[in-house]
């Protein structure tokens, strides 16, 4: 039996063109592709999947019609923007975004538990917007959860403190695997409020000002088997004069070309308007 190799799903695009055999290989790749994707997901995501009730929408920054293997997979979309499809989830939703640069120009709301794969390992970009956009990035909002993998996110290009990831908020949950952040000279990567539980494993995070800002009254942040390169400060601990409760893991990160320390904490006392 024949074996039709390929290196990403949009290669398959082109080779279904050459003839109707390498058509029917091509979508066989393409089954078994998103196959294997979705048993990977049933083993490492946290956030649970219903395949009766559930769905997986799909985001392409050029098509806008499923293929015949998506069809049968029976995925939804296909979406033409993060912001559209993430507004169309629902609890437990996936959400697949195809390759290419996908634009954030203001802050989306994440208001439910949800899932962000990007396809084709990192090459599935989101990019804030140049300058005089709004600060944009996703926001999770109280008590929600998201899992996010293989995405790439850049915000070379943005004001100062633009964020990849903006808030996570009281009692929300994020994981990230497998991500790659590129923050510029200004912007911050994650920003973990009060009560928020954060974990990063085996993520690149290169440059910006700060790459975790964390609050001290937060609940857990993990990080794992991360790369953090070209960054100010690794982890920015801010003190607004509550409990100290947050949680810090860190275990077999590499750090390169820091600018400052890897870690240090910023008093703000009520009575003053500066920072210590």
């Known amino acids: 039996r024949r074996v039709l190799s390929f290196q990403s799903l949009s290669d398959l695009c082109n080779l279904k063109l050459i003839n109707k055999e390498w058509n029917l290989l091509s979508n066989q790749n393409e089954k078994k592709y998103f196959i294997n994707l979705q048993h990977q997901l049933d083993q ?7 395949y009766q009730c559930n769905h997986t929408l799909l985001v392409h920054n050029k098509r806008s019609y499923l ?3 998506e069809s049968e997979m029976g995925f939804v979309g296909v979406f033409s923007s993060v912001f559209r499809a993430i507004s169309s989830c ?13 634009n954030i120009e203001h802050m989306i709301p994440c208001r439910t538990n949800i899932s962000i794969i990007g396809l084709d390992k990192m ?13 944009g990035g996703l926001c999770l909002f109280p008590n929600t959860s998201m899992y996010i993998q293989d995405i790439t996110f850049d ?13 996570v908020m009281h009692g929300a949950k994020l994981w990230v ?3 790659n952040f590129y923050m510029g000279k200004t912007a911050i990567s994650v920003r973990v409020e009060n009560g928020g539980n954060c974990t990063l494993r085996q993520c690149v995070l290169d440059g910006g000002e700060t790459a975790i ?16 390169r070209g960054c ?16 810090l893991h860190c275990k077999g990160n590499v750090f390169e070309n820091l600018s400052f320390v890897p870690f240090w904490e910023m008093h703000h006392e009520p009575w003053r308007s500066g920072y210590n």
Do not use: W
């Not at 090459?123 to 600060?135: D, E, F, G, R």
């Not at 607004?240 to 949680?247: I, S």
């Open 44 to 50: 490492d995501c946290p956030i649970e999947y219903n």
């Open 155 to 167: 915000a070379q290009y943005g004001r100062k403190y633009d964020m990849a990831i903006t808030n």
């Open 90 to 102: 629902r609890a437990g939703d996936r959400i697949f975004i195809h390759k290419g640069f996908h």
């Open 232 to 247: 100010r400060s690794v982890i920015q601990i801010k003190h607004f004069g509550e409990e100290y409760t947050a949680k």
């Open 123 to 135: 090459n599935a970009v989101l990019v804030n917007a140049k300058p005089p956009s709004l600060t």
């Open 213 to 228: 800002s964390l609050r001290v009254s937060a609940a857990i942040l993990k990080v794992y088997d991360c790369l953090f």
């Open 177 to 179: 695997n497998t991500c």
């Open 67 to 69: 293929t015949a293997t």
